[in-house]
């Protein structure tokens, strides 16, 4: 039978989870605000990056690679946020409705609550993970985007 403490413990990983979801939101918050500026320069100044292009004498290509793998970090990073399917502990109402005309003891309720966090915890686990992959992805990406960019203004300083 459960003790108050052993469901502390669980409820403890629970909030661990809890925590790093909101850790990984605020990565993806910086992620996507980082893509967006790159993303929108490019795109609201196309006419001067033509311009760069010859006047530097530098391919096209690569900036168009670059706008990809912008575009494409910037879609990891939507997978990686809206796709989150949260597990609560339990529902309030079905709990109450579990103890019928007599209350459980309180080490059955504790085991109960316990095997809720647990079910919970294993679920936003793999929630997180899916997320942070599609973030790592993202940032992949991004690292592979900023890479390039470095690529082209040494190439350009070189000429």
Not at 40 to 47: C, D, E, Y
Not at 65 to 80: C, D, P
């Amino acid at each position: 039978m459960a003790t108050k403490e052993q469901c502390d413990f669980f409820r403890s990983l629970y909030e661990e989870e809890e925590r790093r979801y909101g850790q990984l939101e605020a990565r993806a918050k910086l992620y996507l605000s980082v893509i967006a500026i790159f993303l929108a320069t490019i795109t609201l100044k196309l006419q001067d990056v033509q311009a760069s292009v010859q006047l530097l004498k530098v391919p096209l290509w690569p900036f168009i690679l670059e706008a990809v793998l912008l575009a494409s970090a910037l879609i990891f990073v939507v997978f990686g946020v809206f796709i989150r399917e949260y597990e609560g502990i339990a529902d309030p109402e079905d709990v109450i409705e579990s103890f019928g005309d007599e209350p459980p003891t309180n080490e059955a309720f504790f085991d109960d609550r316990i095997a809720d966090y647990v079910v919970a915890t294993v679920r936003n686990t793999e929630v997180n993970d899916r997320g942070g992959r599609y973030l790592l992805v993202s940032v992949s990406l991004l690292a592979a985007a900023m890479l390039l960019l470095i690529g082209l203004l040494v190439m350009a300083l070189w000429r």
